[in-house]
């Protein structure tokens, strides 16, 4: 029987396969593809600009959503949740930067095993099950977890164009083990928030570069004769507010330096007193502050679901969104943009879209939460994922019986 002929039963079969019972492990074309993309830094309204014709008609042709990211709303311990299906609090990358008790400092260069096996990705759960996983840049995927690494994976590099990640993408379908699971990633639409602003002209054409690549996905998909079976689920992992040298607030000015340990700050700080300091530190900060609030552990509020793992710091504080929490010796020093506020803050809402032949066509999703992506990718992929935070309900009225 020819190759042709093999694919074009796959597509029938996998039109008519439900979601919950996809093709059999053992036929490989009939499997369903599974492509998670996140575009870092992309507020969900970015979609009404009239930039990203691609993302738009996927979304008319598909479910779309405004999505809560979780708290901190910062790059890694987003981008953990949305393939893990938990809280940063319980898969463990709690910042983008934090202190583990054992591990020590971690930073977003860290690439050893050991700071992400709190939780699973599902790119582990896809392998465990038989299937084949590439991830094309994704935070974590750089690193063997739980004993397991993706098949295909590459390191981190901000200089590859959009267009190269999608073509080495696309390179990995054509191999001889492609891909059922792949992941993509592109960061320039963050970069240039946090340097001009959400609003700006520069941010707006950064999207439409992205909308390009991911157009060019597309196109490469269909003249693989894939298309007819990828579903894709296209997120971001937090929005982006305008900052402001104005609109800092300075630790320096509410604790003496030399009585704090800053290990992050930004729209949210992450401090550690220095030993013997503790209750000066407490008395200082602990408290509403103009234009922020500092919280112990033990005290964050429940909402948040931040404070039981042992990598929060002893103090965490939070600035009033398009606030910047700062010290002197870093000051804040040109307008820009900046994310980790509060997660239910409308401008740190995320991007969320889903379309392919499991899903309906023009469903608005209501109540999303970024735990709930990884449970629906088990689902697109029928396997069972672990059992996580999310809600398999938030999702499910996109999807076809």
């Not at 397991?148 to 390179?171: C, E, K, N, S, Y």
């Not at 600035?319 to 000051?331: E, I, K, N």
């Not at 469903?363 to 689902?379: N, T």
Request: hydrophobic share 45%; proline share 8%.
């Amino acid at each position: 029987m020819s190759r042709v002929l093999l694919v074009c039963i796959a597509l029938v079969l996998s039109a008519c396969a439900t979601v919950g019972a996809p093709a059999p492990v053992e036929s490989r074309e009939n499997r369903p593809l599974t492509i998670l993309i996140s575009i870092d830094g992309f507020h969900s309204d970015y979609l009404a600009w009239g930039a990203t014709p691609t993302l738009s008609a996927l979304a008319a042709n598909g479910a779309s959503g405004a999505m809560r990211p979780s708290f901190p709303s910062v790059t890694f311990p987003n981008h953990y949740t949305l393939v893990t299906g938990l809280h940063p609090d319980h898969h463990g990358i709690v910042g983008n930067a934090f202190i583990d008790p054992v591990l020590g400092r971690f930073s977003m260069a860290r690439k050893e095993t050991g700071w992400w096996d709190q939780a699973e990705p599902i790119w582990v759960t896809a392998e465990r099950a038989g299937l084949t996983a590439g991830t094309m840049f994704w935070p974590g995927s750089e690193t063997e977890i739980r004993g397991v690494r993706p098949t295909h994976w590459a390191p981190f590099d901000q200089t590859l164009t959009g267009d190269a990640r999608v073509d080495r993408l696309l390179q990995w379908m054509d191999g001889s083990s492609p891909p059922d699971l792949a992941t993509l990633y592109f960061d320039i639409v963050d970069t240039a928030g946090h340097g001009n602003g959400p609003d700006a002209e520069a941010t707006m054409v950064a999207a439409a570069a992205v909308d390009a690549s991911i157009s060019r996905l597309l196109r490469g998909l269909e003249a693989r004769g894939l298309a007819g079976r990828a579903n894709l689920v296209i997120v971001s992992d937090h929005g982006m507010a305008p900052t402001a040298p104005e609109r800092a607030i300075y630790l320096d000015d509410l604790i003496e330096a030399s009585a704090l340990q800053v290990i992050y700050a930004g729209a949210v700080a992450y401090l550690e007193p220095v030993p013997g300091r503790e209750a000066e530190v407490e008395a200082a900060l602990v408290r509403r502050h103009p234009h922020a609030e500092c919280w112990t552990r033990a005290t964050i509020p429940a909402r948040f679901v931040l404070g039981s793992n042992p990598r929060v710091p002893s103090i965490v504080c939070l600035a009033d969104t398009g606030w910047l929490l700062a010290t002197r010796a870093r000051p804040v020093t040109r307008s820009g943009g900046a994310h980790g506020y509060d997660n239910a803050a409308p401008a740190m809402s995320a991007l969320f879209i889903a379309h392919g032949p499991a899903f309906r066509q023009g469903v608005r999703l209501d109540s999303l939460d970024s735990v709930d992506v990884q449970p629906l990718l088990g689902r697109l992929l029928g396997i069972a994922v672990p059992a996580g935070d999310g809600q398999a309900a938030d999702t499910l009225p996109a999807m076809i019986p």
